[in-house]
């Protein structure tokens, strides 16, 4: 199974878009979401470029999906803004100007935001208005992310990195249920895992008025093929 739908999930009402908010370690396929999704007919998404003091990989170019570089004493100089709020993966630090990402929800149906945290993210669901935010976890095993990483060359991870986040990583797939409302399971070729991610969207593209949604209870028994 590649992909889980969890009951505890439903329908946007009419006047919400959506914000899906990605999770997943380093090359576990995060980018190959929003990029499917970017590139989708029929589905209006956008990309929330946040702002990051990580500099930006040599010889790698941006896109719609990258976050954009802000120099340190910059980054903290917007720290005093209440409205950028920031998180820290190890040394980096990340922002996100929460009247921007209201905006850029506010346009699409589908806004895709990369967050480090369970808790940050429902710190943005409280803030932000007429949106739903569905948590979205990406997981591929440890020797698949790694051959990616390698393969692209887009991140260097030190040993250190990779036995503090494996165990992390691990800990967010078991406890999946009871955190993330979807899972993809990135374990096999591109064209299935895509097809999973093009299944998900469809499943939500069109409003559903609240009204109409009511499921009868069930376990984990429908998944997107």
Known sequence: MTALHHPR?????????ILI???????????????????????????????TTRPPVPGRVPDATESFYVEPDEFTRRKRDPRFWTFSVLDDEWG???DDLQRLCEQHRFTFLTAANPGFVRRLERELRRVRVLRLLVYADQSTRFERIAKDKQTVESPEYRRAMTPRLLARYRRAPLVYDHVLLNIFDQATFERHIKALLRHYNKPVRQASVQQPERRNQECFA
């Open 96 to 98: 996100v100007d929460i």
């Open 9 to 17: 999930t439903s329908m946007p009402a009419d006047d919400e878009n």
């Open 21 to 51: 908010a990605l999770f997943g370690g380093n090359g576990s396929g995060k980018t190959t979401v929003e990029r499917t999704a970017l590139r989708l007919p029929g589905i209006d998404a956008a990309v929330y470029q946040k702002a």
